[in-house]
């Protein structure tokens, strides 16, 4: 049974620099959806994080904003939050994976990314998960964003050789001439 299970969960990290993180939220169930911010807004402000938050209609929606923002706005991380609690038709599992597939994709890709969206059997579960002072799933998709964002700007500062370029070195040109032997 998962309420009786022990979970690890990581330290905060900590940041030299203010990390900038959107919450793109789906309030479909809003009541909800106010949980899951209230969660994540908490995390946030105990790392120091300014948040932005922006809605969109419904689940399938947040990958998209995220996709957008990562490439027109200047944001560190995004929080995904959102809910789907299943139906009677195969909605439910289109809306689920098509919306994590995406969100997988985009961490691919590199863009930090705590993935908050329930999905859930009934609206009684997803309170429960929902609930700051519960499992609070809002504050933890915060913390994931966070964590990426950490290790994101940890490896930014390695350089790797690249193609020809030799680690942390010039380029040196071939044959004679006048000028530098390096560029």
Not at 45 to 52: E, T
Not at 97 to 114: E, K, Q, Y
């Amino acid at each position: 049974m998962a309420g009786q299970e022990s979970h690890h969960v990581l330290e905060p990290p900590s940041f030299d620099e203010k990390v900038r993180l959107l919450i793109v939220v789906a309030p479909y169930y809003k009541d909800i959806a106010d949980s899951l911010v209230a969660g994540a807004r908490a995390v946030a402000a105990k790392a120091g994080a300014d948040v932005d938050l922006v809605e969109v209609p419904g689940a399938l929606e947040i990958p998209p904003a995220i996709a957008m923002a990562s490439r027109m706005a200047d944001y560190d991380g995004f929080v995904a939050l959102g809910c789907v609690i299943r139906g009677e038709t195969t909605h439910y599992d289109t809306v689920c994976n098509d919306s994590s597939r995406g969100l997988t994709m985009l961490g691919l890709s590199g863009v930090c990314i705590g993935n908050g969206i329930l999905t859930v059997e009934t609206r009684a579960q997803a309170e429960v998960r929902a609930d700051p002072a519960g499992q609070d799933k809002g504050g933890g998709a915060a913390a994931a964003a966070l964590h990426l964002v950490a290790l994101s700007r940890k490896w930014a500062r390695r350089r790797k050789g690249i193609g020809f370029k030799p680690e942390g070195g010039a380029f040196r040109i071939a044959g004679e001439g006048e000028g530098s032997g390096s560029a």
